[in-house]
Every structure is written in C-alpha cells, then in structure tokens.
C-alpha cells in the first residue's frame, strides 16, 4: 500500500545538539516531497520541498533535507537544534499525477522537544 | 502579511448546534482545502475545491459540507456536531500551476463541543 512512514513518534534533543528526522515513502516513482513544521495551536509551515534535481535541499530556519532514492527516504536535518524547534514535524508526499491538482499524504508526524 | 486566514481561531458550540468556519485567501490561489487534524495525529482530508468543482473525500461525514462562493473565501459547515468532531480545522490553499506547488496553511480553527 502507499504510505507515508515517520518511524519516530517522538523524540527529544539537547539544545545544540544535531537533528536527524526519518521519512520514507512507499510509491512506484519519485512522488514530491515536502517537510512542514507545526507549532502548538498553529497552522502548517512549510520547511522544504523537493521536486527534482540534487537531492541536498535547502529549507527555511537552518533545516536542509536529503532525498535517497535508493532507500525511499527524505530524511530532515538540522546542524543545531534551537530551542524554538520543539514542534511536530509532518513529512508530506504528493504523488506524481497527471491531474493538475493534487492530494497530499501526510506522515504520522514527529514531535520534538527540546532540553534547554 | 497572513495569506491564508482563519476564522475565528478558537470556536466554542453546543452538541448539535451548527457550526461554520471560514477560510480567506489572498493568494489568488485556485485549490482550497479543508482537514481535520486531531491532537497528535497528522491531518486528515475531508474535501477540496478546484476552482468551483468540489471534491469530496469518501470517508468524510455527511455532517460535513463546504461553500465557495468565490475564490477567496471557503466555509467549513457542520450541520450536527458531535463530541467526536472537537479538532483543529486547517485551511489550506494552492495554485495547480506549476502543478508542483506546495499548499499554503491558515493557522487553524480549534473547536470545542460542549
């Protein structure tokens, strides 16, 4: 079945410390794929987004992400974790489609927390 | 600055009482979006417009319908709420062009059913 997978539910950090989230994915082609951030009682802010071309990608707030299309993964990163990244992480895939609109699949989602 | 906004943010009703949320844009965007996110649990779809075609979700209640009557503006109605359906409410919004466009969320409308 397609699925999205975030094997961590939740984990926690020391401020400073370095960042590792895992996503994987299960669709036949390379869908698109997006991290999204959520701070408690907010909406979803996007972090990242891959389409296509190199596999390291840049996001906002220091986080870059990397796509494995070898292991179905689309890990997120962080060097050095701030104390305002404690929030739940959503690893989003869009299926590739020929339709011009599209339905999202979201991951279970990871919570971090942070020790300051 | 905010693009895609939600009102009200919190919204308090009575078991059975209808109740509507509502989503503006100022994004121009023409894919609208409405999920129900539970506490700890990642989004779930419950339908979708493009442009004026509304998209039902086959696991969404009946109790659950949307309006558009333009592209910037989308309400959420609930015709009978149950205690089952206390969640955060997302909005979200998107331009099919480029087809690879990641969608916009509002920050939410928490409802609570007493």
């Known amino acids: 079945a397609q699925s999205v997978t975030q094997p961590d539910i939740h984990i926690t950090v020391s401020e400073g410390a370095s960042l590792e989230l895992r996503c994987n994915y299960s669709?036949?082609?390379?869908?698109?794929l997006f991290w999204y951030v959520q701070s408690p009682g907010q909406g979803l802010q996007l972090l990242l987004k891959?389409?296509?071309?190199?596999?390291l990608v840049q996001g906002i707030k220091g986080f870059e992400a990397e796509f494995k299309r070898s292991q179905s993964s689309f890990n997120l990163r962080k060097p050095s974790v701030h104390w305002s990244d404690a929030a739940e992480y959503f690893c989003?895939?869009?299926?590739?489609?020929?339709?011009?609109?599209?339905?999202?699949?979201f991951g279970p989602g990871t919570s971090l927390s942070v020790i300051p | 600055d905010a693009m895609v906004i939600q009102n009200p943010r919190y919204q308090v009703t009575q078991f059975g009482k209808p109740v509507t949320l509502s989503c503006s844009q100022t994004l121009n965007h023409n894919v609208m979006y409405w999920y129900q996110q539970k506490s700890s649990q990642a989004p779930k779809l419950l339908f979708h417009y493009y442009d004026k075609d509304f998209n039902n979700e086959a696991d969404t209640p009946d109790n659950f319908q949307s309006r558009r009557p333009n592209t910037s503006f989308c309400f959420l109605d609930i015709r009978s709420p149950g205690l089952g359906d206390a969640a955060m409410y997302l909005c979200?919004?998107?331009?099919?062009?480029?087809?690879?466009?990641?969608?916009?969320f509002g920050d939410g409308t928490r409802l609570s059913i007493l």
């Open positions: 669709y036949g082609a390379t869908p698109y």
């Open positions: 989003a895939v869009v299926p590739w489609k020929k339709t011009s609109y599209d339905k999202v699949i």
């Open positions: 979200a919004t998107k331009s099919d062009i480029p087809n690879n466009q990641p969608q916009h």
């Open positions: 891959y389409f296509s071309g190199d596999t």
